[in-house]
């Protein structure tokens, strides 16, 4: 995808979710973490899923970025099913068109903050001076420029997310999807966490998923979806319609 300064929505589905089930064994017993989801993003959609705590959010995420396989259903990235993948060609659709960004940051301590953002790319055969190139662009994007070197034991928790923002969007993906990013954030910190992703959703065109218990960032959403016990349970459309 050609990253510019707006965003041409063509209303194509970047991830479709359907009938997806997935139970987890328990003793003698199964969990039904989730229970017939049907979902879609298309290209540019800023979507977040709300639920209370089990509700399946975590579960769905980790089927819709293509880590863990559901029980039952179909997830389709860029309109293509994934069932029958193998791990290698999944890898490399994570790799190269999805960004996660979690609740802990899962930054790798011992690398410095433009090891971390480097570190996708380590994965791909793009050249070292582009490598570097790409990791200064998105510093600057996160507001870290000159952050570089340090680790993120050298960090706040929101310098922290913004690195693992930063790492999200190395590759170039279509699609970030975001597991309670402002959970272990305090509000006005995770208020900025949730500024900088809208500004890149608007940007650059990428699609956003955010699963979220924090009612404070429904504000930034197009879509809002509710999710209990396994099951998506109604839409609401919110903000202004994104242009055609
Ligand atoms: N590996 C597992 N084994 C068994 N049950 C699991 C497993 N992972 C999740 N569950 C169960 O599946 C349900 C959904 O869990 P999930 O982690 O997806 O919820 P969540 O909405 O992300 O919650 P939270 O807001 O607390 O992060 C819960 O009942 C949970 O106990
Ligand atoms: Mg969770």
């Known amino acids: 995808m050609q990253r510019g300064s707006f965003c041409y929505v063509n209303g194509a589905a970047v991830l479709e979710a359907r009938n997806l089930t997935k139970e987890y064994p328990l003793g003698k017993e199964n969990v039904r973490a989730l229970d017939g989801v049907d979902f879609t993003a298309v290209?540019?959609?800023?979507?977040?899923?709300?639920?209370?705590?089990?509700?399946?959010k975590t579960t769905l995420l980790n089927m819709l970025a293509l880590i863990d396989r559901p029980s039952e259903g179909e997830v389709l990235f860029e309109e293509k099913p994934t069932s029958r993948l193998t791990e290698g060609e999944l890898a490399l659709l994570r790799r190269e068109k999805i960004?996660?960004?979690?609740?802990?940051?899962?930054?790798?301590?011992?690398?410095?903050?433009?090891?971390?953002?480097?570190?996708?790319?380590?994965l791909t055969k793009t050249p070292r001076g582009e490598r570097r190139e790409r990791v200064a662009a998105r510093l600057d994007e996160v507001g870290l420029s000159g952050f570089g070197k340090r680790h993120p034991d050298e960090l706040c928790g929101g310098q922290r997310q913004r690195v693992a923002v930063a790492r999200a969007l190395v590759a170039q993906p279509r699609l970030i999807l975001a597991d309670e990013p402002t959970a272990n954030l305090d509000s006005a910190t995770g208020k900025q966490i949730m500024e900088l992703l809208q500004g890149l959703n608007t940007g650059h065109c990428v699609t956003f998923l955010v699963v979220t218990h924090d009612p404070s960032v429904l504000g930034?959403?197009?879509?809002?979806?509710?999710?209990?016990?396994?099951?998506i349970q109604g839409e609401e459309k919110r903000g202004a319609p994104r242009p055609a």
Request: aromatic residues 10%.
């Open 43 to 56: 290209q540019g959609d800023f979507a977040v899923i709300n639920g209370p705590s089990g509700s399946g």
């Open 220 to 231: 930034y959403a197009q879509r809002v979806l509710t999710i209990r016990d396994g099951r």
């Open 99 to 122: 960004g996660l960004v979690f609740q802990t940051f899962n930054l790798i301590p011992v690398l410095s903050v433009a090891e971390n953002v480097e570190y996708p790319l380590l």
